[in-house]
């Protein structure tokens, strides 16, 4: 059965110490304690620097067996080669990847604003990401106006990679598109991004188109970037109580949503 994955993009904010972990609660156990209550995370890490396997081990063997972890591909990949001749960035990223073994859920590939839409560009790096790695789920989120036209979205339906579907209050483009049979969304802040909470009509209306892809037999992985103040804690809570409710009759007694 299809499954909805909500969570937060990232665990580690010191600035999260009394709003969600507990006061005296090393921050070595932190992802333990953030597994208990979400059963997805996104990793911005990885688009900085490549962890050690031993970390991705030592994370993988700290969350339950249905846990996954989407992950953002290196900047290398993405700002500084801008996705031409990046193979051995390529090679290095997906070595990492692979330690995540069945816990691995989205690999996500956001791009610079800078980065407009170039067909021969686009095929050639998606034909060898998918060479490279052919069962691994990729989304991509761009940031350019110019990915958000048919012949953009043909490339992407072509090698499965789902057209990320990132709220940024305005400040860059999206489109609600599907391209893949899985959904990808991001929620940076409707308002400051990273620094404003959803309201609940916000959240209600997510959950419904949420509901209605679920109903499609599309997979949904969704993750609040709004990190300040715990908004994005407080944001994926509401947000699995709203799509519990509204699939509560449609999945019986199936998991709780959330769960990977």
């Known amino acids: 059965m299809n499954h909805i994955a909500i969570g937060t993009s990232g665990w580690n904010y010191a600035h999260w110490r009394g709003l969600f972990y507990p ?43 249905d846990f996954v972890f989407s992950v953002k591909m290196s900047r290398r990949i993405t700002h500084r080669h801008r996705l031409s001749d990046a193979e051995e960035a390529l090679k ?17 590939i956001q791009l610079p604003p800078s980065l407009r839409f170039d067909a021969d560009r686009a095929e050639r790096f998606l034909h060898e990401l998918r060479r490279e790695s052919p069962r691994v789920r990729y989304a991509l989120e761009p940031r350019h106006r110019t990915w958000l036209q048919e012949e953009a979205y ?82 994926a809570r509401t947000l699995i109580e709203f799509v519990e409710r509204l699939t509560k009759r449609m999945r019986g007694r199936g998991r709780r949503c959330g769960t990977g």
């Not at 290095?92 to 996500?108: D, Q």
Request: proline share 4%; with cysteine; net charge neutral.
């Open 92 to 108: 290095t990223f997906l070595a990492m990847v692979a330690s995540f073994g069945r816990k691995l859920g989205v690999v996500l």
């Open 154 to 235: 043909a490339v992407l339906r072509r090698y499965e990679i789902a057209l990320c579907q990132a709220d940024s209050g305005g400040r860059y483009p999206t489109a609600d598109v599907v391209t893949a049979p899985f959904v990808y969304l991001r929620f940076h802040g409707p308002g400051a991004l990273y620094a404003s909470a959803y309201e609940e009509t916000q959240l209600r209306a997510i959950a419904e188109r949420i509901r209605a892809w679920h109903m499609e037999g599309l997979d949904v992985y969704a993750y609040f970037n709004n990190d300040f103040h715990g908004y994005a804690v407080a944001n």
């Open 23 to 65: 006061e005296d609660l090393p921050a070595s156990e932190w992802l333990e304690f953030y597994s208990r209550h979400f059963r997805t995370v996104e990793l911005n890490v990885t688009f900085y620097r490549t962890p050690k396997e031993t970390t991705v081990r030592r994370w993988v063997n700290a969350t339950p067996e």
